[in-house]
């Protein structure tokens, strides 16, 4: 257990107040320094539902501060890239892998790209 200071997002992120994370067999390899490319330390999980607690700069007003949202593996695509520009955004060549390349949801707060977001009603 390790305490850090909540992180604050920047252009086109969001910090989520996580609410629940599930756990995966990416996670438990993750955590086994599977990846040889994971930079510790790293917080892991991916299977994120919260609700939003900041916006950073640029953030499209369809998410808004209080907003339940989830994320997943793939954390949101950079929207520039020759994939992304091809509309194949599932293989953004820029995209963050959720608690490997980038911090996850086994913490109170983190930070995602609002390209791997999704909306989730509060009555899931």
Request: hydrophobic letters at 40%; one cysteine or more; charged letters at 20%.
């Amino acid at each position: 257990m390790a305490e850090r200071d909540a992180p604050l997002p920047g252009a086109g992120e969001v910090l989520i107040s996580v609410e629940a994370c599930g756990i995966c067999g990416a996670d438990a390899a993750d955590i086994d320094s599977a990846d040889p490319a994971m930079r510790p330390p790293r917080v892991p999980g991916h299977e994120v539902v919260g609700r939003i607690a900041a916006v950073g700069a640029g953030t499209p007003s369809i998410w808004k501060i209080g907003q339940r949202v989830g994320v997943g593996r793939l954390g949101g695509h950079c929207s520039q890239c020759v994939r992304c520009r091809r509309g194949e955004f599932q293989l953004c060549l820029n995209q963050p892998v959720v608690g490997s390349s980038c911090d996850g949801g086994y913490a109170e707060m983190m930070i995602a790209r609002v390209t791997g977001l999704v909306s989730i009603p509060d009555e899931l």
